[in-house]
């Protein structure tokens, strides 16, 4: 798992901003494709695989990035991932026209990232 200096992010939060469009989700977000980077927070606190959703869309190439994110004081968070995935029809859901690519990123208490890129078409 790649991880990132606290003072360098992963590339892919470049270029997003609080202008970027956000929306409030219950359960499983209902995705706004007409944004090409949107951030989905869920309204329930503590969420069991994520506690906000990145989307990141390329609609001419039919490209989707899905950028769970978990704030964590452990240094990884495997288990979310696995809960995330355990649930891919919901969080999929919208996309199937897309090429899906998922990279799960921890931030952790230390300041740093963590990140696990998962190829298209997943899982």
């Not at 202008?19 to 980077?37: C, G, M, T, V, W």
């Not at 503590?46 to 609609?59: K, S």
């Not at 990884?76 to 998922?102: C, G, K, M, P, T």
Request: aromatic residues 16%; charged residues 20%.
């Amino acid at each position: 798992m790649p991880s990132f200096a606290p003072s360098s992010p992963p590339e892919f939060l470049f270029g997003y901003n609080r202008a970027n469009a956000q929306f409030i989700f219950r359960d499983f977000p209902s995705y706004n494709l007409s944004h090409e980077k949107a951030l989905y927070v869920p309204r329930t606190y503590n969420v069991p695989a994520i506690d906000a959703i990145l989307l990141c869309l390329n609609n001419v190439d039919k490209k989707a990035e899905l950028i769970p994110i978990q704030i964590t004081i452990q240094k990884a968070h495997r288990i979310s991932e696995e809960q995330f995935f355990n649930n891919w029809f919901f969080w999929h859901d919208y996309l199937d026209d897309y090429d899906v690519n998922v990279t799960s990123l921890w931030i952790t208490s230390d300041g740093g990232f963590q990140a696990n890129v998962h190829g298209g078409k997943t899982p």
